[in-house]
């Protein structure tokens, strides 16, 4: 569920996309009508245009708009920034033979120009960044992370008297009937009750894995 188009990459048989601001789906079937292009080609798409939402920049002389409009085919069938490359070659050359100008935001799709820091890596910078199927972190970067975020933590300085002193401390306490301040200690016991077993379950498996 997201307004955000760089979701809309996902869809798929098995995946659509709720759009809450429009108060509707985006499937396989609408998705050309919604966004403009198939989702296969929404990081194409990005890729060479940027994001201007999330401060990505894009091809210079290059939006969404002209995109679609030089290259109709990104509405009926997957592409790849090669296939993009060559038909800027072809309809350049084609404007040549006709004595007709050269379209200077296809010459920069050729060469890669952009005002944004990326310079002439501006493709691979913007794929890495855009495109979700390919993670940023490495395994070993995610398997670090996953060790820090589900560790449990030791429970011996957590207590509902922390809560209290937070609670006193913001003056909450002053709003509160007296019959209403263990309404806000009482979940928070439970969860410490739950974190005080889990961790000395980890004590526990880590003293059986060192005894081994």
Known sequence: MSSDKDLTQLISDTVVVYNPRKKGFI?????????????ENVVLEKVICGDVSDNIKGIKGIGNDTLAKLFPKLRSEKLDLKAIMDASREILEERRKAKKKPLKSLENIINGVTDGSQGKRIYEINEKIIDLSVPLLTEEAKES?????????????RDTKNIYNIVTENKINEILDEGRFGDILGPYGRIIMMENRRYEHFLQKNATFSDE
């Open 27 to 39: 499937t396989r079937d609408n998705a050309v009508d919604e966004i403009g292009v198939l989702p």
């Open 145 to 157: 992370l996953d060790d820090e975020l589900y560790a449990p933590m030791d429970t011996s300085e």
